[in-house]
């Protein structure tokens, strides 16, 4: 079992974000986070990091309690929430050095380990160039690598191709679908084919519930 979430719930003041959730997510699964915008994924996602704390219940990632040991966490976690900022001023190879030393990828490995993420993420012709120079699609590839250069076991992406145009939307996909074949991932989005296209599995999220659970095929059947 890779993630256990127990009762997630989170208020915002009187408002109740997420409500009382409850999913388990096995080892090498592709899920996708289906819902409206306010459904409240983003504010799950949030607490699945360890960036916010949940008004009740419990997460689990890997036997790990996301509250207790958020360090160990991060670690484990890859994680491109909504709308990444990224520091403009600076190559792309800069970057990637930068990301993976706070990250704190090992100072013998960061070579390696960004030439890994250069050629995985299709950054090879640009990776000198400043991230004010890219294109939407590409800066969204070095947020990508960015969220994924300390190497963790889950990866959480949060409404990755908003804002991007057809072209760069199907790279992207295609990046997380290789990216799919070899870790846990969680992708959100308010949009229904993108989940289709690169999940096994789709949680729907409505008004801070999860409403339905399953293949995107039985998913079809229920409705
Ligand atoms: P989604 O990611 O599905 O669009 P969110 O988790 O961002 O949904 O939001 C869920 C609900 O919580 C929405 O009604 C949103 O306006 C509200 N919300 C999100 N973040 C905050 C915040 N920091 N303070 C107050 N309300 C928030
Ligand atoms: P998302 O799709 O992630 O909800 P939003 O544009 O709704 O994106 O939110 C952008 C930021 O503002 C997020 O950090 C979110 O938590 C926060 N936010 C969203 N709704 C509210 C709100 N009603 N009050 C305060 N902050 C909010």
Do not use: W
Not at 16 to 39: H, R
Not at 143 to 161: K, R
Not at 197 to 213: E, F
């Amino acid at each position: 079992m890779s993630i256990r979430v127990h009762n997630l719930t989170k208020y915002y003041g009187d408002q109740k974000a997420v409500d009382q959730i409850s999913f388990e997510i096995q080892t090498g699964e592709v899920i996708g986070f289906l819902g409206p915008n306010g459904a409240g994924k983003s504010t799950t996602m949030k607490m699945m990091t360890g960036y916010m704390a949940p008004s009740d219940g419990t997460i689990y990632i890997e036997g790990v309690n996301v509250a207790e040991e958020p360090l160990t966490i991060k670690r484990k976690i890859g994680y491109l929430p909504e709308n990444n900022p990224l520091y403009t001023d600076m190559p792309i190879i800069d970057y990637l050095h930068f990301c993976a030393e706070i990250q704190g990828v090992h100072r013998d490995a960061i070579k390696e380990r960004i030439r890994q993420m250069i050629d995985l993420c299709g950054l090879d012709d640009e990776k000198h160039k400043y991230i004010h120079e890219l294109s939407k699609g590409y800066r969204q590839r070095v947020g990508l690598a960015q969220s994924i250069i300390h190497d963790p076991d889950v990866l959480i992406f949060d409404e990755p191709t908003t804002g991007l145009d057809p072209n760069q939307i199907i790279e992207i996909r295609k990046l997380i679908k290789k990216l799919g074949e070899e870790k846990t991932v969680i992708l959100s989005s308010h949009i229904l084919s993108e989940v289709e296209a690169t999940c096994d599995r789709i949680l729907i999220i409505n008004q801070g519930k999860i409403v339905a659970d399953g293949t995107a095929e039985s998913l079809r059947k229920q409705a």
